[in-house]
């Protein structure tokens, strides 16, 4: 049974940093794509960002990108999301997600397995 916790989230100040964690169980996770989405209240969840097998990422906007960085740990089975410079606009409850692919994937319906999610929130 394939498991997903993340863990790390809280609450910080604008500017400030977090790092989110995600841990895969009962899964060969070295070999298959990993993403963080995000959901706002009212709002839809949204891609964020994705890994592939081998720790090939893209993200969602450059804006993201240059604030963000995925990375992963496969001896550990982790997957990570640091997040610098945060902004109130972060505000969410952040999610990972695995896909039954090699490939780093933006879109919700491409991944199979999903976290409970953490709760992010930057004041101003």
């Known amino acids: 049974q394939v498991q997903l916790v993340e863990s790390g989230g809280g609450l910080v100040q604008a500017g400030g940093s977090l790092r989110l964690s995600c841990a895969a169980s009962?899964?060969?996770?070295?070999?298959?794509?990993m993403g963080w989405f995000r959901q706002a209240p009212g709002k839809e969840r949204e891609f964020v960002a994705a890994?592939?097998?081998?720790?090939?990422?893209?993200y969602s906007t450059e804006s993201l990108e240059g604030r963000f960085t995925i990375s992963r740990d496969n001896a550990k089975n982790t997957v990570y999301l640091q997040m610098n410079n945060l902004k109130p606009e972060d505000t969410a409850v952040y999610y990972c997600?695995?896909?039954?692919?090699?490939?780093?994937?933006?879109?919700?319906?491409?991944?199979?397995?999903w976290g409970q999610g953490t709760q992010v929130t930057v004041s101003s």
């Open positions: 890994s592939s097998w081998s720790g090939g990422s893209i």
């Open positions: 009962g899964v060969t996770f070295s070999g298959y794509g």
């Open positions: 997600a695995l896909s039954s692919t090699y490939f780093a994937l933006s879109n919700s319906y491409e991944y199979d397995y």
